[in-house]
């Protein structure tokens, strides 16, 4: 059964960034791309983007291009997402998932595709003053 | 952005129940279409990908079809623990979701 646990909710106040983490196994690391999604009450899901763990690239949804970093740790075999500048709309339960197609023959700039067969357990970041 | 729209918003049924929901997009996305499961507190599960292919361990009562811009999600008889939200998504043109139909009981 694939695992990806995630990091602990977080209270953040407008302007300050987050940083979520989401560690994986060996296999999926190495193996297939990852995306982070997020759910809100007022836009539902959202994509945010991908990330090759193994190569690091990356490939971001234009909503968040300006705020949003995907980096991942090799030793740990751990990938974060942070989000800078936030604001009470960034309140939301934030997931990273794996993508099914793997990565050999994809490319994370065609999505096309793609779903999402293992997600983490979600952490709620709460932004407010 | 490729616009994903669920009807109904909700819906209600009762154990053996055949349910249908449906997911329009604003343009083609031929056969890219997924459908997920949630239940509150809890992370969407994939149930049907490419529109039509039964995701691994996921029970056959739950099928997909369509292609173009109309697809649905069937579920051919309720069973209790599939009370619970579905969610569309297409990855042609970039990914985006559906905003989910809640499946409650009647």
């Known amino acids: 059964q694939v695992q990806l646990v995630q990091s602990g909710a977080e209270v953040k106040k407008p302007g300050a960034s987050v940083k979520v983490s989401c560690k994986a196994s060996?296999?999926?690391?190495?193996?297939?791309?990852m995306h982070w999604v997020r759910q809100t009450p007022g836009h539902g899901l959202e994509w945010m983007g991908i990330?090759?763990?193994?190569?690091?690239?990356?490939n971001y949804a234009q909503k968040f291009q300006d705020r949003v970093t995907m980096t991942r740790d090799t030793s740990t075999t751990t990938l974060y997402m942070e989000l800078s500048s936030l604001r009470s709309e960034d309140t939301a339960v934030y997931y990273c998932?794996?993508?099914?197609?793997?990565?050999?023959?994809?490319?994370?700039?065609?999505?096309?595709?793609?779903?999402?067969?293992?997600w983490g357990q979600g952490t709620l970041v709460t932004v407010s003053s | 952005d490729i616009q994903m729209t669920q009807s109904p918003s909700s819906l209600s049924a009762s154990v053996g129940d055949r349910v249908t929901i449906t997911c329009r997009a604003s343009?083609?996305?031929?056969?890219?279409l997924n459908w997920y499961q949630q239940k509150p507190g809890k992370a969407p599960k994939l149930l049907i990908y490419?529109?039509?292919s039964l995701q691994s361990g996921v029970p056959s009562r739950f099928s997909g079809s369509g292609s173009g811009t109309d697809f649905t999600l069937t579920i051919s008889s309720l069973q209790p623990e599939d009370f619970a939200t579905y969610y569309c998504?297409?990855?042609?043109?970039?990914?985006?979701f559906g905003q989910g139909t809640r499946l409650e009981v009647k």
């Open positions: 998932a794996r993508d099914a197609r793997g990565i050999v023959g994809a490319t994370l700039l065609v999505l096309v595709g793609s779903c999402f067969d293992a």
């Open positions: 060996a296999d999926t690391f190495t193996n297939y791309y």
């Open positions: 990330i090759n763990p193994s190569g690091g690239s990356t």
């Open positions: 343009q083609t996305i031929y056969k890219y």
């Open positions: 490419d529109a039509s």
């Open positions: 998504q297409q990855t042609y043109s970039r990914i985006t």
